[in-house]
Every structure is written in C-alpha cells, then in structure tokens.
C-alpha cells in the first residue's frame, strides 16, 4: 500500500512539473510576442499612428556640419545617435560639445565607489570617467577625437548660472568646485559664470560654423536640458543663426519612452512633454540603430544604473522639431521671449 502511495505521488509530481515547464513556455512566448514590434503596435494604436504620420526630417547631406550641443555625457546619443552615424555616414561633418561633464550624477558615484556617501573627489573622478565614455560613444557613431568639446560646467547647476547670470559665481552642488577642474576641457580654470559658459561655447560655435544645430528644447523636464537650451538660444540669435537650430527631448515625462527596453522594430512615440510641438521623424536604418546601440553601451556608468531607460531610446526613429515651445502662429510667446532676448 505504501509503495503505491508512493508511485502516486511521483506521478503527481511529475504531472506538475510538466504543467509548469508548459506554463513557463506559453509565459515565454506571450513576453516575446509582446515585446514584437507588431504586437506593441496593438498596445500603442494612437501613438504609433501619429509618428508615423509625421513629415520626415530632411536628410543631412554630404558637406552639411552639424553640432550636436550636449548637457551632459550620454545624451547626445540618446537624442541622435542615430541621426549622427546616418550624418556621419552620408559624409556630413559632425562635432559634438558637452556643457558639463555628468559629475552630478551621485547614485552613479555611490555604486563605482560602492559607498552610500561619495566624497567630493569622487563626483569629479565620475566626471573624468564620463568624459572617457562620451568619447567611446562618439567613436562607436563615427565622430573623431578632434571633433568633440568638453566644456566642463557645473553638473545640476546650469540654471543657476543661467538666472545668476553675468560674472557671478556659482559653486558646483557636487564637486565643490567654482571654475572648471578638468584638464581635458576647452578652459581649464574658467570660472562657473554665465559670462565664461557664454565665452566658451560661443568659441565652438564660431569654430565649427555648423549648418545644422542639434540642441534640447526647454520643454525637456531636467534643468540642465532647459539651461544649455537657453544659453545656445542667446547665442544663436546673436549670430543671426536661429533657424539653424533643430530641438529635441530627453526628459520627455513620467515613464517616457514607453516601453521600457530594447525594442528596435518599435517607433519612438512623442513626450508628452512634446505634444504641443511640430515634430519631424528622423527614421533609422538597421545599421544607424546598432551604432546608436553601441554608443549607449559605451556609457557603462550610465547603463549600469538605467539600461531600460537608455535602451528604450534605440527605436526605428529618432524626433526632431524646428519649433520651440511658442508657436508664432497662434500669438503665444516663446519661453526665450519671455525671459527677454
């Protein structure tokens, strides 16, 4: 009696186990049939029919140069990497300037120091280490050495400089530091003023004479974005070179891109954020989108924190606009407008 008892419940075992091999089988195939670009199209109906509805942003030609105005190291290639190996590929001049250097990014310093509390050397060591990574990235799109700026300006600090304004003196909330620390930067030593960021960024302007500028719009949600978007604004106008100026966003809204993850045969969906903008699709080529892949993994302190997030950005397409936050058409005013220049 025992001995069948015992047969019984291997059996019974045996049943489960197979109804759960089963059960984890469908599981997967339903996770992969989902993360298909076809099935998210079911998911996302609206959305994927509105980008796809967008005009295409007009290809860069061989001969175009093209800047690429950088808050901090990754973002360039979140916004464009694909749209810089395409450039880059089609013989266009690319160069790329980064304002700060991403040593604002704590979190980051507290895992590659493994300590809950990183001291200030350690914000300025992840700003070395950033700026090495950027340079791997922009190498992975086909950008060379001699085209890329680093700027070295307070990371989380930007919009301070922008509302303090003229010569006056902002310390970095991170590092400490009131002038610029890194060696490898355009000016070493300049101090965290409005007047020298200007000086200093106004310098790659002029250098590199771009025809096509790629900068973020200030309906992007991170300070730094809304800051260099300002402070190139000025000096575009200044130079009578406005409309040579192309925004986007990377601070699209809470769980923007949707959704998270690699999903390349999928369209980037527009912020909201963005709703209210005139959006051109910038669509990427296999090759563009496994470029752009590599120069994201290039970023590894980036990736180790927020792959998903990063990740979500490799789509079919990248989004461009022309226009800024005010349309001139319905009488709004612009933000710049506002803040008077």
Avoid at 107 to 125: F, V
Avoid at 189 to 196: F, L, R
Wanted: charged letters at 20%; aromatic letters at 6%.
């Amino acid at each position: 009696m025992r001995r069948r008892r015992l047969r019984g419940t291997r059996f019974g075992s045996r049943r489960r186990d197979w109804a759960l091999g089963a059960a984890l089988l469908v599981a997967l195939a339903l996770a992969y049939a989902i993360n298909a670009g076809s099935a998210l199209t079911l998911l996302y109906p609206r959305a994927v029919a509105t980008v796809q509805a967008l005009p295409q942003l007009p290809a860069i030609r061989a001969g175009q140069s093209v800047l690429v105005i950088s808050p901090h190291p990754d973002d360039e290639s979140l916004c464009c990497g694909g749209l810089i190996a395409g450039a880059v590929r089609a013989g266009a001049r690319v160069d790329i300037v980064w304002v700060t250097s991403g040593d604002g990014f704590e979190l980051d310093s507290a895992l590659l120091g493994r300590t809950l509390r990183p001291r200030l050397g350690a914000t300025e060591h992840l700003g070395q280490r950033r700026m090495g990574e950027a340079s791997a990235a922009a190498a992975a799109l086909g950008v060379p050495a001699t085209h890329l700026t680093f700027l070295g300006y307070p990371d989380g600090a930007t919009l301070k400089l922008w509302r303090a304004g003229g010569a006056a003196v902002v310390r970095s909330p991170h590092t400490g530091a009131t002038q610029v620390p890194y060696a490898r930067a355009q000016s070493p030593g300049a101090a965290y003023t409005a007047n020298d960021l200007e000086a200093d960024l106004g310098r790659v302007l002029d250098r590199v004479q771009p025809a096509l500028v790629l900068l973020p719009s200030t309906s992007d949600a991170h300070p730094d974005h809304v800051a260099t978007s300002l402070f190139t604004q000025k000096l575009l106008k200044e130079r009578g070179w406005t409309a040579r100026a192309r925004y986007w966003i990377v601070h699209g809204g809470v769980e923007w891109p949707v959704p998270k993850g690699l999903h390349e045969g999928f369209p980037l969906l527009i912020p909201p954020r963005g709703v209210h903008l005139n959006w051109q699709r910038a669509d990427l080529d296999l090759h563009d989108e496994e470029r752009k892949l590599a120069a994201l993994k290039a970023h590894r302190s980036q990736m180790m924190v927020m792959r998903r997030f990063m990740e979500a950005f490799v789509r079919e397409n990248e989004l461009i606009t022309v226009q800024e936050t005010g349309n001139p058409a319905d009488g709004t005013r612009s933000e710049q407008e506002d803040r008077g220049f």
